[in-house]
């Protein structure tokens, strides 16, 4: 049993939600949010979680064995490296740092303490991604070829009422950080790192500081190459993905906030036959989706059964990949990755006060 402590009530009652999924697993302690009336709400069906509104409460306990970090990004670094210095292991919602600079902080942190870090990226889990993943291990989809993503969701101005986002201080970035940052992962997930990115950034949607529009080209150390459209202006919620390989064609349903929920679509190409693609996908159990899923991975791998547990070097990726981004739609160049230590962006990429943060037509940024 897994004893642990959420920090913050938002995100964190998504996160509750899934640790209810596995009663056996996780027993959840404390639920820690400066809004004692929201963690009371979302607690009402468990009292036997106790509503804190200081972390100190929480981080000496030696019953805790795990921190579920669900707080403002601001807070992701300086609140990681408490928790791992006090022995615990780490579950941290995205990005799990603001740079690449402070991802080696974490790093360094986790090197002495006995605690693992675990980045939150739950859309890798359900049934979309299982059967993606058993047609990738079997070897029928064959080499990637190409894919392209869409994150085009609705944002407008009473999601930004919340003071920290829609701000560099706050949210540390934009649409490309805090919304497509899950697609872009699910990109790397099933085509391999990458190594080369192109990006432009913009801001016209909303009166906001970040970017909340972004078309971005890669290419992948696998040879294959993907797109990503984001925008924030859409009239709906959308999410789609399409991977192109040589032996299929598979594509997803539009669910925005859990696709590999939705009904995909898996098509033979060239020497494979769509019988041979039918066999595997009836052989492929209905997972654990969404949070519930990825706590279970987190589970596994701390009871020393690892394989489909996001790892600390999956939120590095994430976070250099962010970090090229940036810098590549700021530079007008593309950026070759990973982020070396001498990186233009290591130590973040925050505008200057000399940059312009927002502007009212889509340019880079």
Sequence with gaps: MIRLAILGAGIGASHLAGYRVLPNRYSVKYLCDLDSGRAS?????????????????????????????????????????????????????????????????????????????????????????????????????????AASSETHWNRQAD??????????????????????????????????????????????????????????????????????????GAAVNTSRLRFCFEGLTAESGTLPYAPAEDQWTFIARGQVRQEEIDDILAGVTNPLPGFAGFLYAVAEALDGRQGNEVTFEDGRRSIEMVSAIYQSARTGQSVKLPIGKEAKFRNGWMPTSSMTASSSTTTRE
Aim: glycine share 8%.
């Design 41 to 145: 709400e979302a607690t009402e069906h468990d009292p036997a979680i106790k509503v804190i509104t200081d972390l100190e409460e929480a981080l000496p306990d030696p019953e805790i064995d795990l921190i579920d970090i669900c707080l403002p990004p601001h807070l992701h670094v300086p609140v990681s490296l408490r928790a791992l210095e006090a022995g615990k292991h780490v579950i941290c919602e995205k990005p799990i740092a603001r740079s690449t600079h402070e991802v080696d902080q974490i790093e360094a942190a986790l090197d002495h303490s006995t605690g693992q870090l675990f980045p939150v990226f739950q859309y890798r889990y359900g049934t979309g991604f299982a059967q993606l993943r058993a047609l990738i291990d079997t070897g029928l989809a064959g080499k990637p070829f």
């Design 159 to 232: 999601y930004y009422s919340i003071p920290w986002r829609g701000t560099w201080d706050g949210e540390a970035g934009g649409a490309v950080l805090g919304h497509a940052i899950h697609a872009h992962d699910l990109l790397c997930h099933f085509l391999g790192p990458v190594a080369e990115v192109s990006a432009f950034l913009g801001t016209g949607v909303n009166d906001i500081e970040v970017d909340d529009c972004a078309a971005i080209s890669m290419r992948m150390e696998s040879g294959a190459v993907a797109t990503s459209s984001v925008t924030l």
